[in-house]
């Protein structure tokens, strides 16, 4: 199933408030029902969203709740507001329902998409509208398509990256401690590995593409993309060099 069908399949997520009670959850959040933003909150915080036993993805592995400065490197925007929001996944989805069934299809692998009257779509609206206020605006998320070779970085800067961006998933570079689960590859070893058969130059391309376009344009796996927004082409080269991925 794609991203658009689940959207077609599930109603308007801005419906759900006439679904569960205006007054319940208004744009302020003040009235919600605690014990459904409580649910909410441990949905949000666990592996839980999803019922597949693949999973290893939570909310917040991508998302912050609120958003910082400078910005985080999370590949998902920050959460406050997002009830208020006119577009997600860079306008691609035009309501948040199908934006959280697209994130549960291709990165939690569950492609059973939650209907706005199941109670867990329900709690975990109830907990993002705890969130407002926040920022309303659509979050900007401007994919690089065509991959190129980028000129060589800086080694210090990408390591630092690496610990905002990358471990997160992938635990500590080179031993992987502390990363999602024992299937994350550890970086750079297994990616290389995975790709010996190709030219330094080539897999360097290879790390390019997967931070660039993650599981999509038929790379596969349940990455996420960072887009331009998150990791410049500057900061993408600092990126490789930090793991020393040269290409020479």
Same mark, same amino acid.
């Given at each position: 199933?794609?991203?658009?069908? =689940? ?10 408030? =006439?679904?569960? &009670? ?53 590949? &998902? ?32 692998? !569950? ?6 009257? !199941? ?14 206020? &926040? ?19 800086? =080694? ?26 024992? &299937? ?65």
């Amino acid at each position: 199933m794609n991203r658009r069908s =689940a959207t077609s399949r599930a109603s308007c997520f801005c419906k759900m408030a =006439a679904v569960i &009670g205006c007054c319940a959850l208004n744009a302020c959040g003040s009235d919600a029902d605690p014990t459904a933003v409580e649910r909410g909150r441990r949905l949000f915080e666990s592996k839980a969203l999803s019922h597949s036993h693949l999973n290893d993805y939570t909310c917040r592995t991508c998302h912050d709740i609120e958003a910082s400065a400078p910005p985080s490197k999370k590949p &998902g925007a920050a959460l406050a507001g997002v009830t208020l929001r006119p577009l997600f996944w860079g306008g691609q989805e035009p309501d948040l329902l199908g934006a959280i069934n697209a994130c549960r299809n291709y990165f939690m692998t !569950d492609n059973l998409p939650l209907s706005a009257t !199941d109670e867990q779509a329900r709690s975990l609206y109830a907990y993002l509208a705890s969130l407002e206020p &926040g920022d309303a605006r659509a979050s900007p998320f401007s994919i690089v398509t065509d991959i190129e070779a980028l000129p060589r970085g800086t =080694a210090g800067r990408g390591q630092s990256l690496f610990a905002e961006a990358c471990a997160a998933c992938h635990g500590r570079m080179h031993d992987g401690f502390g990363r999602l689960s024992d &299937g994350v590859p550890l970086l750079p070893e297994d990616t290389l590995a995975a790709h010996a058969q190709f030219s330094a130059r080539v897999q360097r391309l290879i790390f390019t593409e997967k931070i660039r376009h993650g599981l999509f344009l038929g790379y596969g796996g349940v990455m996420p993309p960072f887009s331009q927004e998150l990791l410049t082409d500057q900061d993408v080269s600092d990126l490789l060099e930090g793991l020393a991925v040269t290409g020479e």
